[in-house]
Structures are given as structure tokens and as C-alpha cells.
């Protein structure tokens, strides 16, 4: 039976079949049934525990509590044994997530956001694989350094305030992996299946990538050359460029006597006003929420690159990466009275006015990234289950991110069932945690992939007064490969 005919048995309303919401309805059925193909073992327990997870009342606490919500009709062993030695094609996974239409910004570019969040576990000493995860503390400027498994996620980003983002990547950091290098290996994955999924084309604005200042922004730009995007992160507000080096010309004039010719020009000092100079552009826009908003932009500022550190892999002269510095001014930030500025580089160059414009605004909504994390700690209970193997962690990350996509395409079915104390709003406007409330509603007019389960009986488990005579092995926090301090001895390692 075909998803309309199957849809007109269940009784769906005949409004719903028209136009947009029709569109969504046929969408959020397709996924459903690609991501099930996904699941290649254990695969019933894995979809109904996605199932749990969006239907389940209130908050995701523990991950056996999951077992007791009416959509999961399987037992609490079926769940730890689904999530211990169940298997997703994460490749297909990935493919499948990149063809769902994705949000854009002004003139129709793509906007993807990449920031690394913890799956905190300071109490699990058995784990392995864990790393010293940034965490701030609850007071302004403490932050503190606290084993997890940190995790790096890509995501669209929309325009205008919203708290949705539309996840399409994760990976995990491992003790030997260098972050930079990892995010460049996803984007150009990510970029390659957006290109095979006829999301990007030839002739359309290339892919924004939003950076926060955690970022080698220069490094991961000289990794993604080649690609249709532009890199965009923050800098902090101490650091010193370089203007382009001086022609031969201006060179000669200057140092009659000659000489070596230098490699880069004056130097801006962020911190230093009279080393700007006059910027290429400045634009200012009136905004609601931080009052008047003033950027300029100064072009052709690169970084000068004088230590191997990060570059030990790479051949030759360290390179020179031209970019647009910007300056961001507001009037006012909520909480603060006196605003600091916002210095961003980006590796786009010769800009115009409305692309400066476009720019600090996309910036403006990675923290929407904030909200998906949030919400997936929160509510979802991404961080709730107490897993020992990293790899079963990998594997409820990805349930977690094949609920939330769920979600975002029923961000227009869902009812909305709001508390009395909360305020109306448009169903366009819900956000992700009321969307969730509506989800059971849904769930019965969508497809059921998973098979009925068996009538079986429990193992016998432990025998009781036994004891446990293999004790887990205890596992070091951190980096387990000491990294090469000179190019030298680099050299040496790889030969």
C-alpha cells in the first residue's frame, strides 16, 4: 500500500494533504523508512528506542526508564543490548540526512556552523578514550577541565532567531586526533555528499562555514582550499595580522640600499587603533535586540605563521592566507551594559558592503548551535546513559541525531500542547521541546517500520552470590601520543 493510501486508512484530516503540510507529512515518512534501512543490526530495538526517546513524557533521565514508554514494546534487555552491539551505517546515515532540504540564508547560501561539545564522564575510570573537555564554570570567566568524550557536530544553520539547527555530522575526538584536521575531514565529507545530493550547484554562493574562536580559522581555510566555502570564525581580541607584503616597487623605494625583501606588510594590533588605518567598508544596521550595529572590514590581513606547531605536515615555507578582518560594534548585549567588540576573519576577500553585512549576521546565529546542545543534554538525554564503551556512545549519538532530525521535519505537523503558563505560538515558531510534547500525536498517521517483537523469556543473568572475576581495566585521561616538538623530529617519526 502506497504512503497516500496508507495515510487516507489512518484517517488523516484531508487539509493536511494539501500543500506544504502534505510535503512535510511525505518528508518525515521517507526519512523514517531510509533511516530504518540504516539500521543493519538489532535494528527494531534501535528504531523503537528513537521511538521512546521522541514520545517519552517529560525529560530522558536514565536510558532503562526508556524501556517503560508504550512505544517501546521490547524488554530493558532488548534496549542495553541494541545499544552495546547494534550497527548503524554511518555512511548511509550520513548520506541520507544530507538530502533533506536544508535551511538558507540570504541569497539562498548555506550556512554550516562546526563546534566540538563534551559527553562529560569525570566518574568512569573504565572508559577509554577519554579526553580533558573545556567546561565553564558558573561564574564569569572560570572554566574548568573535566574528562569526556568531546564530540565535534556540523550543523545548518537558519536564519533570524530560532532555536532549531538541522544536525548533519558527528564525530568523536580520540586521543590522537587533531581537531582541525578533523573538521576539515568533515566538512569536505559533508560538502561532497551536499554536492552528490544536488544541494550546492555549480553558480550557487559557496558554502559558509561558521567557526567559533576555539578555531585555527587560517589553518582550516588552507585545508578546505579547493571547495566552494568560505571559512568565518572569531579571533580574540589580542591578536596581531599582517597587511601584504610590499611590491618590488615600493620595496626599492623604500630601502634604496636593497636587501631581502620582507614576506608581510605593517602589522595590525587589534588592541593598537592607530595600526587600522582606514577600513575598506563600514556599514551600520539598526537591530532590536543589541541596538545599532556597526561593522567594518579591513582586506587582505593574513596571519603571520613563524612557529611549525601545527603545520609539521606540511612541505616548504609556511603559507601566506589572505583574508577580511571585521570589527563588530553593538550598542548594547543582554545582561551587559558596556559591549566589547567582535573581531572575525573571514577568508573571503574584496567584499562588498551587503556581503560584510551578511556575514557578522550569519556569525550571529551559531549560538543557535548553543540551543541544540542544550537540548539534546536536557531533553533528549544524550548525556544520561552511563555507557563504558565509546563506540556504544557513538551509537546513541547518531539515535540521538536521527530523533532530532525527526523533530525538525514535524516542526509544522505537531500540535501545539502548551503548558497554561506558556505563551501562544505560531506552529512555525515552536520550538524543538514543544514539538516533542505533539510527537506521540503524530507517530500513529507515520509508518511503523519495526516488526512486532517475540515472545521470548529472559536470560538467567549472574548467578546470585557470584562474583565478578574479570574487573574492567582502568583507563589514563588525555593525550596517549606524544606530539613532535620539531620539524626534525617529525621527520624521524614518519620515516
Same mark, same amino acid.
Given at each position: 500500500?502506497?504512503?497516500?493510501?496508507?495515510?487516507?486508512?489512518?484517517?488523516?484530516?484531508?487539509?493536511?494533504?494539501?500543500?506544504?503540510? *502534505?510535503?512535510?507529512?511525505?518528508? &518525515?515518512?521517507?526519512?523514517? /523508512?531510509?533511516?530504518?534501512?540504516?539500521?543493519?543490526?538489532?535494528?527494531?530495538?534501535?528504531?523503537?528506542?528513537?521511538?521512546?526517546?521522541?514520545?517519552?513524557?517529560?525529560?530522558?533521565?536514565?536510558?532503562?526508564?526508556?524501556?517503560?514508554?508504550?512505544?517501546?514494546?521490547?524488554?530493558?534487555?532488548?534496549?542495553?543490548?541494541?545499544?552495546?552491539?547494534?550497527?548503524?551505517?554511518?555512511? $548511509?546515515?550520513?548520506?541520507?540526512?544530507?538530502?533533506?532540504?536544508?535551511?538558507?540564508?540570504?541569497?539562498?547560501? =548555506?550556512?554550516?556552523?562546526?563546534?566540538?561539545?563534551?559527553?562529560? $564522564?569525570?566518574?568512569?575510570?573504565?572508559?577509554?578514550?577519554?579526553?580533558?573537555?573545556?567546561?565553564?564554570?558558573?561564574?564569569?570567566?572560570?572554566?574548568?577541565?573535566?574528562?569526556?568524550?568531546?564530540?565535534?557536530?556540523?550543523?545548518?544553520?537558519?536564519?533570524?532567531?530560532?532555536?532549531?539547527?538541522?544536525?548533519?555530522?558527528?564525530?568523536?575526538?580520540?586521543?590522537?586526533?587533531?581537531?582541525?584536521?578533523?573538521?576539515?575531514?568533515?566538512?569536505?565529507?559533508?560538502?561532497?555528499?551536499?554536492?552528490?545530493?544536488?544541494?550546492?550547484?555549480?553558480?550557487?554562493?559557496?558554502?559558509?562555514?561558521?567557526?567559533?574562536?576555539?578555531?585555527?580559522?587560517?589553518?582550516?581555510?588552507?585545508?578546505?582550499?579547493?571547495?566552494?566555502?568560505?571559512?568565518?570564525?572569531?579571533?580574540?581580541?589580542?591578536?596581531?595580522?599582517?597587511?601584504?607584503?610590499?611590491?618590488?616597487?615600493? @620595496?626599492? &623605494?623604500?630601502?634604496?640600499?636593497?636587501?631581502?625583501?620582507?614576506?608581510?606588510?605593517?602589522? @595590525?594590533?587589534?588592541?593598537?587603533?592607530?595600526? !587600522?588605518?582606514?577600513?575598506?567598508?563600514?556599514?551600520?544596521?539598526?537591530?532590536?535586540?543589541?541596538?545599532?550595529?556597526?561593522?567594518?572590514?579591513?582586506?587582505?590581513?593574513?596571519?603571520?605563521?613563524?612557529?611549525?606547531?601545527?603545520?609539521?605536515?606540511?612541505?616548504?615555507?609556511?603559507?601566506?592566507?589572505?583574508?577580511? &578582518?571585521? +570589527?563588530? /560594534?553593538?550598542?548594547?548585549?543582554?545582561?551587559?551594559?558596556?559591549?566589547?567588540?567582535?573581531?572575525?576573519?573571514?577568508?573571503?576577500?574584496?567584499?562588498?558592503?551587503?556581503?560584510?553585512?551578511?556575514? !557578522?549576521?550569519? @556569525?550571529?546565529? *551559531? @549560538?543557535?548551535?548553543?540551543?541544540?546542545?542544550?537540548?539534546?543534554?536536557?531533553?533528549?538525554?544524550?548525556?544520561?546513559?552511563?555507557?563504558?564503551?565509546?563506540?556504544?556512545?557513538?551509537?546513541?549519538?547518531?539515535?540521538?541525531? =536521527?530523533?532530532?532530525?525527526?523533530?525538525?521535519?514535524?516542526?509544522?505537523?505537531?500540535?501545539?500542547?502548551?503548558?497554561?503558563?506558556?505563551?501562544?505560538?505560531?506552529?512555525?515558531?515552536?520550538?524543538?521541546?514543544?514539538?516533542?510534547?505533539?510527537?506521540?500525536?503524530?507517530?500513529?498517521?507515520?509508518?511503523?517500520?519495526?516488526?512486532?517483537?517475540?515472545?521470548? +523469556?529472559?536470560?538467567?543473568?549472574?548467578?546470585?552470590?557470584?562474583?565478578?572475576?574479570?574487573?574492567?581495566?582502568?583507563?589514563?585521561?588525555?593525550?596517549?601520543?606524544?606530539?613532535?616538538?620539531? &620539524?626534525?623530529?617529525? /621527520?624521524?617519526?614518519?620515516?
Amino acid at each position: 500500500m502506497s504512503f497516500m493510501l496508507a495515510r487516507a486508512a489512518r484517517g488523516v484530516p484531508d487539509s493536511e494533504q494539501d500543500g506544504q503540510k *502534505r510535503d512535510a507529512w511525505m518528508e &518525515l515518512a521517507d526519512l523514517r /523508512q531510509e533511516v530504518f534501512t540504516c539500521l543493519t543490526a538489532r535494528r527494531d530495538e534501535l528504531f523503537e528506542l528513537v521511538e521512546a526517546v521522541l514520545c517519552a513524557e517529560g525529560p530522558v533521565r536514565t536510558l532503562v526508564g526508556l524501556a517503560l514508554a508504550p512505544e517501546h514494546r521490547r524488554g530493558h534487555g532488548a534496549l542495553y543490548d541494541a545499544i552495546n552491539h547494534g550497527r548503524i551505517e554511518i555512511a $548511509r546515515l550520513r548520506r541520507v540526512l544530507s538530502t533533506v532540504a536544508l535551511p538558507r540564508a540570504a541569497g539562498g547560501r =548555506i550556512v554550516l556552523a562546526a563546534d566540538v561539545t563534551p559527553w562529560l $564522564r569525570p566518574d568512569a575510570p573504565t572508559s577509554p578514550e577519554r579526553l580533558f573537555c573545556h567546561v565553564y564554570g558558573r561564574r564569569k570567566g572560570e572554566h574548568q577541565m573535566i574528562p569526556g568524550w568531546p564530540y565535534s557536530i556540523i550543523a545548518a544553520l537558519e536564519t533570524g532567531r530560532t532555536s532549531w539547527t538541522m544536525v548533519l555530522d558527528a564525530q568523536r575526538l580520540r586521543p590522537d586526533d587533531d581537531e582541525a584536521a578533523v573538521t576539515a575531514i568533515q566538512v569536505r565529507d559533508l560538502v561532497a555528499r551536499l554536492i552528490e545530493a544536488g544541494q550546492w550547484r555549480e553558480g550557487d554562493p559557496n558554502i559558509l562555514i561558521v567557526l567559533d574562536a576555539g578555531y585555527d580559522t587560517a589553518r582550516l581555510a588552507f585545508l578546505l582550499d579547493g571547495l566552494p566555502v568560505e571559512v568565518l570564525g572569531r579571533l580574540r581580541s589580542d591578536r596581531v595580522l599582517s597587511r601584504p607584503a610590499p611590491s618590488r616597487e615600493e @620595496f626599492l &623605494l623604500a630601502s634604496p640600499a636593497g636587501g631581502r625583501p620582507p614576506k608581510h606588510g605593517a602589522e @595590525f594590533r587589534m588592541k593598537d587603533e592607530t595600526t !587600522w588605518g582606514e577600513p575598506a567598508h563600514t556599514t551600520a544596521t539598526a537591530t532590536s535586540r543589541y541596538g545599532n550595529a556597526v561593522a567594518s572590514c579591513w582586506d587582505r590581513l593574513h596571519h603571520r605563521l613563524t612557529r611549525r606547531a601545527a603545520w609539521l605536515d606540511h612541505d616548504g615555507a609556511l603559507p601566506i592566507i589572505d583574508g577580511t &578582518l571585521i +570589527r563588530l /560594534q553593538v550598542e548594547q548585549l543582554p545582561g551587559e551594559r558596556d559591549p566589547k567588540p567582535v573581531w572575525l576573519w573571514t577568508s573571503a576577500v574584496a567584499i562588498t558592503p551587503a556581503h560584510l553585512d551578511q556575514l !557578522w549576521q550569519a @556569525f550571529l546565529r *551559531r @549560538f543557535d548551535l548553543e540551543h541544540t546542545f542544550r537540548m539534546w543534554k536536557q531533553t533528549l538525554g544524550w548525556t544520561a546513559p552511563k555507557i563504558r564503551d565509546p563506540q556504544s556512545a557513538d551509537r546513541w549519538t547518531w539515535l540521538i541525531i =536521527i530523533a532530532y532530525a525527526q523533530l525538525q521535519l514535524a516542526r509544522t505537523l505537531a500540535p501545539d500542547l502548551r503548558r497554561p503558563w506558556e505563551r501562544p505560538a505560531p506552529l512555525e515558531r515552536l520550538t524543538p521541546a514543544r514539538v516533542r510534547r505533539g510527537f506521540r500525536h503524530l507517530r500513529p498517521r507515520l509508518p511503523l517500520p519495526a516488526s512486532a517483537p517475540k515472545p521470548t +523469556r529472559p536470560g538467567p543473568g549472574r548467578p546470585p552470590g557470584s562474583k565478578n572475576r574479570a574487573p574492567a581495566r582502568h583507563h589514563d585521561v588525555g593525550k596517549t601520543t606524544k606530539r613532535a616538538e620539531t &620539524l626534525a623530529e617529525h /621527520q624521524n617519526r614518519k620515516g
